[in-house]
């Protein structure tokens, strides 16, 4: 069969295939095996049957590239063994590579003649008067070799002369010519042969060498056998070479310890046996018989009738299915379908099941006329044989093992796949038992992608069996956390019996308005804790405690009316005037302007104060001593020195105030109740005893540029519209731009945060999210843009908030100045406005650059050349990403810059 490559030699994937191949030579993971010994003997391994290597271990790194090209006849071993390890010599390299490109019959019969100082051991010497008359050697370089104590043949190859060899054999000998003079960027340039440089040159500038660790090209490291069988395996994508034993189509059937093969229109049948090894062209990792599958399509590689290597290089399945109404049987293996106005006949064969409901074997004779069948057949031929006939309609009794593929509690539904792939969806009922391990679920506990045993009667199910160990979620009350932090106790959703898990070490938890919590912060009771969703893992521990809701009550302005220190019974009148006792434990969270522990809040707790309680039953939750009022200005009244602030519920507070009132506006020095306006939103902090407003910090909200930040001094710089600012974190929560609390060195100078402040307090930092990438479609008139990001993902932006699009210095307020193929930056403003920023394309021919510089020509003595380089730049040519170091002096490239630095590169 002829593989799909490119065998001449010129095809540029070629050289893909040789330098991915070559990379790996630094990396232990590819290259050749020789076939023959170093004394000149060929290998003993005979290729009637492929037998197993004794020094290749199952699950070997470079198992599949040996055994495939031992299949194929291009390698052997000796005595049983591979010797993976060995480093290849440059007569057996020759070979491999003679052997690779089929061209064995080519070789000549008689005497050959080698040129002046070539030795090689007998077996060889034809393989390399071809690859002499081949130009895959330089006769004249070659000739050059002096070593006396090792013969030509017998030296271990090394990385800089196979590259030689092979860039030789691709057609590339003329370019490596012309780059013989130029740098590779390698530290270690100086040590790779300069009559070699030019041919690692091209392998460079195809950026498909990237050298070893420590950007390294490491010219005279040896060559590995596995590393070469790697690398002739991969290669093998990218040539034409006719392998005889060698056959690609789809599996027809698979029986009784035979394969039959759908071949360009033929059936070839090959023999399974034990030796037979089975991969899958995506993973190195051997597979089992069973991992075949009907229909699939694989390569063959057969040796005297028995399948040696298969590989699968489709696992999707070649077959259609749809449903038709059964009405006769014909002579001659015909079936006829009623299709309502008249019939339909299709053809079957002997080979075609016919199944009942649960999956067996049945006549077809059987059939009732009017049962709704399943037709499955395979795609892969123009005769499209029919596979299977499964009867679905009717009353359905089984029992199964599959996979659940969707739920439906609202219907009380659930989808599962058996292991055949046949779908199938039945109804659950009150009797229905669903189990995992010794323990009863619901059906909201099970998951698609569950493994379960079922059983079905009447198409109803009976009992759901998980048989494997899953993570799930169960939803319930918090009974008790145990004070050493190891188990928790909680009743389940309806249910009266309570049950105790062990938690995972450092349990996801999260509480609502909470930053940070941890256990502590989760409230049990027996009567009215928490309400939780907790994830439980197939170890049966709690990983991840979620606050679904709480049953407490909040007393906000409650006047004290009297406390007790010895017992912590704090007497409240409520807003109704209504008398609370509420009692104060070591849990209750207390806050204070004078602190937040109870020394500090006990002396406030005189008769008359504010305080704003959360309670369940009289357990006091949190307690707050009422030192600020937040809301809205609503009136000032200057003359009665009274400001009215009405808060989120539409109650109205009148705070009188004095002439030593403070008032704090960011960004203005000297604030002063003047700069106040009527529906700012404002922190009012109140004097000690509650009686008048001390200080009105105005809220604002703005997005800056971060400059650099100190951690150690909880403190960080910021700039926007050229005025720099210094601002302190401490009282701040932060958050990433997916909304993940963060620390403050996460946050990088030239990223953009949202800062919220009281006053010149910050309270909340947020990254904003950056969009960079090319546009790929606009919908003007749905307000919609996606944007393909550097890193390959698509995003669809919604600008129905608003739009700001920035070109070249103008603005526009809608999407149709966009095109595709722009290069944007995407992000939302302190408004919620969505500002996407074209950047600027400059097309230049590229002389240099170093880590953080790009230097281009000039087309006018006036332009710009320099320019600076994003840390994550992306370099690319079409879908292949390229590196800076990979770019040669003249090559057409245009430049992508976002604020003057540039993100993307494009080479032509």
């Given at each position: 069969m002829v593989?799909r490559h490119?065998?001449h030699?010129?095809?540029?994937?070629?050289?893909?295939?040789?330098?991915?191949?070559l990379?790996?030579l630094g990396?232990?993971a590819?290259?050749v095996?020789?076939?023959e010994?170093?004394?000149g003997?060929a290998?003993?391994?005979?290729?009637s049957?492929?037998?197993?290597?004794?020094d290749v271990?199952a699950?070997?790194?470079g198992e599949?590239?040996?055994?495939?090209?031992?299949a194929?006849?291009i390698?052997t071993?000796?005595?049983g063994?591979?010797r993976?390890?060995?480093p290849?010599?440059?007569q057996?390299?020759?070979?491999m590579?003679?052997?690779?490109?089929?061209?064995?019959?080519?070789?000549g019969s008689?005497?050959?003649?080698l040129?002046?100082?070539?030795?090689?051991?007998?077996?060889f010497?034809q393989y390399v008067?071809?690859?002499?008359q081949?130009?895959?050697?330089?006769?004249?370089?070659?000739s050059?070799?002096?070593d006396?104590k090792?013969?030509?043949?017998?030296?271990?190859a090394?990385?800089?002369?196979?590259?030689?060899?092979?860039?030789?054999s691709?057609?590339?000998?003329?370019?490596?010519n012309?780059?013989?003079?130029?740098?590779t960027g390698f530290?270690?340039n100086a040590?790779i042969?300069?009559?070699r440089?030019g041919?690692v040159?091209?392998?460079?500038?195809?950026?498909?060498?990237?050298?070893?660790t420590?950007n390294k090209?490491?010219?005279?490291g040896?060559?590995?056998?596995a590393q070469?069988?790697?690398?002739?395996s991969?290669?093998?994508a990218?040539?034409?070479?006719?392998?005889?034993?060698?056959?690609?189509?789809y599996?027809a059937s698979?029986?009784?310890?035979k394969?039959e093969?759908?071949?360009?229109?033929k059936?070839?049948?090959f023999?399974?046996?034990?030796s037979t090894?089975?991969?899958t062209?995506d993973?190195?990792?051997?597979?089992?018989?069973?991992?075949l599958?009907?229909?699939?399509k694989?390569v063959?590689?057969?040796n005297n009738?028995?399948?040696?290597?298969?590989?699968?290089?489709?696992?999707?399945?070649?077959?259609?299915r749809f449903?038709?109404t059964y009405?006769?049987?014909?002579?001659?293996h015909?079936i006829?379908?009623?299709t309502?106005?008249t019939?339909?006949?299709?053809?079957y064969?002997?080979n075609?099941?016919?199944?009942d409901?649960?999956?067996n074997?049945i006549d077809p004779?059987?059939?009732?006329?009017?049962s709704?069948?399943?037709?499955e057949?395979?795609t892969?031929?123009?005769?499209?044989r029919i596979?299977s006939?499964?009867?679905?309609s009717?009353?359905?009794?089984?029992?199964s093992?599959?996979v659940?593929?969707s739920?439906?509690?609202?219907?009380?539904?659930?989808?599962?796949k058996?292991?055949?792939?046949?779908?199938?969806?039945?109804?659950w009922?009150?009797?229905?038992?669903i189990?995992?391990?010794?323990?009863?679920?619901?059906p909201?506990e099970?998951?698609?992608?569950?493994t379960?045993?079922f059983?079905?009667?009447n198409?109803?199910l009976q009992?759901?069996?998980?048989?494997?160990?899953?993570e799930?979620t169960?939803?319930g009350?918090l009974?008790?956390v145990?004070?050493?932090g190891?188990?928790?106790?909680y009743?389940?959703?309806?249910?009266t019996?309570?049950e105790t898990k062990f938690?995972?070490d450092k349990?996801?938890?999260?509480v609502?308005g909470?930053?940070?919590?941890v256990?502590?912060d989760?409230?049990?009771?027996?009567?009215s804790?928490?309400?939780?969703?907790?994830?439980?893992?197939?170890?049966?521990?709690?990983t991840k405690i979620?606050?679904t809701g709480?049953q407490m009550e909040?007393?906000?302005?409650a006047t004290i009316?009297?406390?007790?220190?010895?017992?912590?019974?704090?007497?409240?009148?409520d807003?109704?005037?209504q008398?609370r006792?509420i009692?104060l434990?070591?849990?209750t969270?207390l806050?204070?302007?004078t602190?937040?522990?109870?020394?500090?809040?006990?002396?406030?707790?005189g008769?008359g104060?504010?305080?704003?309680v959360?309670?369940?039953?009289?357990?006091?939750?949190?307690?707050?001593?009422?030192y600020?009022?937040e809301?809205?200005?609503?009136s000032m009244n200057t003359?009665k020195?009274v400001?009215?602030?009405?808060?989120a519920?539409?109650k109205?507070?009148?705070i009188?105030?004095n002439?030593?009132?403070s008032?704090e506006?960011?960004?203005?020095?000297?604030a002063?109740?003047?700069?106040?306006?009527?529906?700012d939103?404002?922190?009012?902090?109140?004097?000690?005893?509650q009686?008048?407003?001390?200080?009105?910090?105005?809220k604002?909200a703005a997005?800056?540029e971060?400059?650099?930040?100190e951690?150690?001094?909880n403190?960080?710089?910021v700039?926007?519209n050229?005025?720099?600012?210094d601002i302190?974190?401490?009282k701040?929560t932060?958050?990433?731009e997916s909304g993940?609390?963060?620390?403050?060195?996460?946050?990088?100078?030239g990223?953009?945060?949202n800062?919220?402040l009281?006053?010149?307090?910050?309270?909340?930092?947020?990254?904003?999210?950056?969009t960079?990438?090319?546009?790929?479609?606009v919908?003007?008139s749905?307000?919609?843009?996606?944007?393909?990001?550097?890193?390959?993902?698509?995003?669809?932006i919604?600008?129905s908030?608003?739009?700001?699009?920035?070109?070249?210095g103008?603005?526009?307020?809608n999407?149709?100045?966009?095109?595709?193929?722009?290069r944007?930056e995407?992000r939302?403003?302190?408004?919620?406005?969505?500002?996407i920023?074209?950047?600027d394309?400059?097309?230049r021919?590229?002389?240099?650059?170093s880590?953080s510089?790009?230097?281009?020509?000039?087309?006018s003595?006036?332009d710009?050349?320099?320019?600076a380089l994003?840390?994550k730049v992306f370099v690319?040519?079409?879908?292949?990403?390229l590196?800076v170091q990979?770019?040669?002096e003249?090559?057409n490239i245009?430049?992508?810059?976002?604020?003057g630095?540039?993100?993307e590169?494009?080479?032509?």
């Open positions: 593989l490119s065998k030699i010129h095809s540029k994937k070629v050289v893909s295939a040789v330098m991915a191949g990379i790996a990396g232990g590819s290259a095996s020789a076939n010994t170093a004394g003997t290998a003993s391994t005979t290729q049957s492929l037998r197993a290597f004794s271990a699950g070997y790194w599949k590239y040996i055994y495939q090209l031992a194929q006849g390698v071993g000796n005595n063994k591979f993976p390890n060995d290849v010599t440059q057996e390299a020759v070979t590579a003679i052997r690779f490109l089929s061209m064995q019959d080519q070789l008689g005497a050959a003649t040129p002046t100082n070539i030795k090689v051991n007998d077996y010497t008067q071809l690859a002499f081949q130009n895959l050697l330089d006769k004249q370089k070659e050059g070799y002096s006396e090792v013969i030509w043949g017998a030296q271990k090394s990385r800089e002369w196979i590259t030689e060899m092979l860039v030789r691709i057609g590339r000998t003329a370019e490596a012309a780059a013989k003079n130029n740098a530290a270690d040590k042969s300069p009559d440089l041919y040159n091209v392998a460079v500038e195809l950026g498909l060498a990237q050298g070893v420590g090209f490491d010219p005279q040896a060559v590995t056998r070469l069988a790697t690398f002739f991969r290669a093998q990218y040539i034409d070479t006719k392998y005889a034993n060698q056959y690609e189509g599996i698979l029986d009784n310890g394969l093969l759908y071949v360009d229109g059936l070839q049948s023999k399974l046996d034990a090894a089975y991969f062209s993973s190195a990792k051997r597979q089992q018989f069973s991992d599958k009907p229909f699939t694989v063959v590689v057969a009738g028995t399948a040696a290597y298969v590989e699968t290089t489709d696992p999707a399945q070649q077959v259609e449903e038709r009405a006769r049987l014909s002579p001659n015909v006829w379908f009623d309502g106005s019939f339909e006949e299709l053809s064969d002997a075609t099941l016919f199944l409901q649960n999956g074997k004779k059987t059939l009732a006329a009017g709704l069948l399943t037709i057949r395979e892969f031929s123009p005769q499209k596979v006939i499964r009867v679905k009717g009353l359905v009794n089984k029992a093992e599959g659940i593929t739920i439906d509690t609202v219907n009380k539904t659930m989808t599962l058996d292991s055949t792939g046949y779908e199938d969806t039945f109804a009922d009150e009797k229905t038992v189990r995992y391990q010794n323990q009863i679920l619901t909201a099970l998951k698609a992608g569950y379960v045993k059983s079905v009667e198409s109803v009992t759901v069996e998980v048989a494997q160990s899953v799930r169960v939803q009350m009974y008790s145990e004070e050493n190891k188990t928790i106790t009743k389940r959703n309806g249910s019996q309570l938690l995972a349990p996801e938890i999260i609502s909470v930053a940070k919590p256990l502590s989760l409230l049990a009771d027996a009567v804790g928490d309400k939780v969703l907790l994830t439980i893992n197939g170890e049966e521990q709690v979620e606050v709480r909040q007393l906000d302005a009316v009297n406390y007790d220190p010895k017992t912590r019974w704090l007497t409240v009148r807003a109704n005037n008398p006792v009692i434990d070591e849990k969270k806050e204070a302007s602190g937040t522990t109870l020394d500090k809040v006990e002396p406030l707790l008769a104060r504010k305080v704003s959360s309670v369940i039953g009289t357990r006091a939750l949190s307690l707050e001593v009422v600020k009022v809301g809205k200005v609503s003359s020195r400001i009215s602030i009405v808060d519920n539409g109205v507070e009148e009188p105030y002439t030593t009132l008032v506006i960011f960004g203005k020095s000297s002063s109740l003047a700069d106040v306006r009527v529906g939103e404002v922190s009012a902090q109140l004097s000690t005893n009686d008048y407003l001390q200080t009105l910090k105005v604002t997005q800056f971060v400059v650099f930040t951690p150690s001094k403190r960080i710089r700039k926007a050229g005025t720099t600012s302190y974190t401490d701040a932060l958050t990433g993940q609390a963060i620390l403050l060195a996460d946050l990088r100078p990223t953009l945060v800062i919220s009281q006053g010149n307090t910050a309270v909340a930092i947020t990254q904003v999210k950056l960079l990438g090319e546009i790929t479609n919908d003007a749905g307000n919609v843009v996606t944007v393909k990001d550097y890193a390959g993902n698509s995003q669809a919604g600008v908030t608003g739009v700001k699009v920035l070109r070249n103008s603005t526009a307020a999407l149709s100045t966009l095109a595709v193929s722009d944007v995407v939302k403003d302190i408004q919620g406005v969505t500002i920023n074209v950047m394309k400059l097309e021919s590229f002389w240099q650059a880590n510089e790009i230097q281009v020509k000039r087309k003595i006036n710009n050349y320099r320019f994003s840390d690319h040519q079409g879908d292949t990403t590196s990979s770019l040669k003249n090559d245009v430049l992508y810059l976002n604020n630095v540039v993100v590169i494009v080479k032509q």
